[in-house]
């Protein structure tokens, strides 16, 4: 992980292509899928989308050549698709989201571990393609809405286990015009903001993590 002063990117920008070079000049992968990936996350935070799929899909490369987890490429998956989301493209995000979930899906037939496929990463995938397909006027995702109420139903939040999307919940019920739901989710994913917030030292909270992406 690649720790950054809190909106100071272009510091942490010229961190990671410092790293990258090193990391290029000694050919050391594993080095490269990491600057790749805090690099794709940089990107995505500053709205530069372009850059944020090139550097993934480098990252990406790696994982396939160096045959890592299929569970990190089912990740990288996810990220490519909600990069699209942000683009308002759609379709791609979808594809994405289905090759992430395909994969998965695989893992767990041949009972590897899966340690990123719980309930609650599980439960985001299906979201954000609800919500893809929600955005694509798709008609045929009444029983889906159903089950992601149900779902809703059984969330503890109180779990510190747990890693539910409480912002694409509230994005999700906000497509659905459900303002109940809707400013409940955003109660919760403020108010967690808040408390993290007050877990942090006074350095620590001038700091940005970019950590490998998981179903959030």
């Known amino acids: 992980n690649v720790s950054i002063g809190m909106g100071d990117y272009a510091k942490a920008k010229t961190s990671l292509e410092a790293s990258l070079m090193l990391n290029t000049l000694h050919d050391n992968k594993n080095g490269l899928w990491r600057n790749y990936t805090n690099l794709a996350y940089l990107y995505r935070d500053l709205e530069d989308y372009e850059n944020a799929l090139k550097y993934i899909n480098l990252a990406k490369n790696i994982v396939i050549s160096l045959d890592f987890a299929p569970t990190v490429l089912a990740a990288n998956l996810y990220f490519i698709g909600k990069t699209y989301y942000k683009m308002n493209q759609f379709d791609d995000a979808l594809d994405y989201y289905n090759q992430s979930e395909k ?93 993290e917030s007050k877990k942090l030292t006074s350095d620590d909270s001038r700091k940005l993590f970019l950590q490998n992406e998981t179903y959030n």
């Open 103 to 195: 994969l998965l899906d695989q893992i767990k037939e041949n009972n590897a571990e899966h340690w990123i496929t719980g309930e609650d990463h599980s439960l985001n995938l299906f979201i954000s393609k609800v919500i893809c397909e929600i955005q694509l006027n798709k008609t045929d995702i009444s029983e889906k809405i159903i089950l992601i109420n149900s779902k809703v139903k059984l969330i503890d939040i109180n779990d510190e286990d747990t890693n539910y999307n409480y912002w694409q919940l509230f994005e999700f019920y906000t497509l659905l015009e459900d303002k109940v739901n809707a400013k409940r989710f955003l109660e919760i994913a403020y108010n967690n903001i808040i408390e």
